[in-house]
């Protein structure tokens, strides 16, 4: 089981990323998709959810309007288009996978490595 979080690196404020999560080793078309992010010295916190056949999404007050939570099940992959960025976005993002849509972090059942987004002013 395995998912990789890829696309970061950095880019100056108001620019755009697009993160992509890829999974395997287990049935990515029966999971929802939660990205989190955790920048130093805070708490991890999510950022945006999809349900497993990409139909319903979410995004937190923060970014929403800004980025955009997408999926590709015939490719195992999610994604998290990032625009307009800001300083204070630079975290490390993870990608996670639950069976349940919206549920607790805890209740994610698998997590990604992360990768590092640093938007600089």
């Known amino acids: 089981v395995q998912l990789q979080a890829s696309g970061g690196g950095l880019v100056q404020a108001g620019g755009s990323l697009r993160l992509s999560c890829a999974a395997s080793?287990?049935?990515?078309?029966?999971?929802?998709i939660g990205w989190f992010r955790q920048a130093p010295g805070k708490e991890r916190e999510g950022v945006a959810y999809?349900?497993?056949?990409?139909?319903?999404?979410y995004l937190e007050d923060f970014v929403r309007g800004r980025f955009t939570i997408s999926r590709d099940n015939a490719k195992n992959t999610a994604y998290l288009q990032m625009n307009s960025l800001k300083p204070e976005d630079t975290a490390v993002y993870y990608c996670a996978a639950s069976l349940g849509y919206l549920v607790p972090d805890n209740d994610y059942e698998h997590w990604g490595q992360g990768t590092l987004v640093t938007v600089s002013s």
């Open positions: 999809i349900s497993s056949s990409g139909g319903t999404t």
């Open positions: 080793g287990f049935a990515f078309d029966y999971y929802a």
